[in-house]
């Protein structure tokens, strides 16, 4: 039985793509996903994931590329962007005011420019950090687990990249290390893809 929470890179290949993650992250039922996720934060909470990520949960096996990337044909000189949402929170518990900043458009792109509307995101993740600089468990709190499973009702609203959206969590108390992590972990994920990610 394949790793579930396997992220070894690819290499590439000019016909076709396969993503590192398999598709046991595309949890079909509710139980599926909470197994899922209590394993990977398991997982990482003891410190057993390299690079210190996982991802729990996404809309299709090749996320962050859209949905009918089955076979993706791009030379390695043809190098494209993959604009990924990231939206960073305590989901403590999720609320209103999430879900319409995880689906507001990006400041880049709400300027009065004609061909502003003409892009969006491409694909969006919504980030738990299960460690802090600020921020600890405390009596009332929703637990990680909780969080991620309202995290999950939370995603299926978001319409932001056609509904190209994941869920992960990560072991970095500070952005600069998050953010070096995440960029680690996409890079990884989409080798040979013909992609790089680009977050906001």
Known sequence: MPDPT??????YNPTSFTPPQPASIVSTTTMQFKQTALTLLHKLQQGLSSPRIELVYAT????????SS?????SPESRQKLRISVFDSSFNPPTRAHLALANAPSPSL????S?????????TLLLLSVRNVDKS???????YLQRLEMMRILSGDMKQ??????IAIIDEPTFVGKQRVLKGFLENRLAGSGFHPTSA
């Not at 396997?6 to 290499?11: D, H």
């Not at 709400?110 to 420019?113: E, G, V």
């Not at 468990?137 to 637990?143: N, R």
């Open 6 to 11: 396997s992220t070894t890179s690819t290499p």
């Open 60 to 67: 299709h096996e090749w996320w962050p590329l859209p949905a």
């Open 70 to 74: 089955s076979s993706i044909r791009l």
């Open 110 to 113: 709400s300027s009065a420019a």
């Open 115 to 123: 061909d502003a509307t003409q892009e969006n995101y491409d694909a």
């Open 137 to 143: 468990l405390s009596h009332g709190d929703a637990t």
């Open 161 to 166: 990249a056609e509904g190209n959206g994941a």
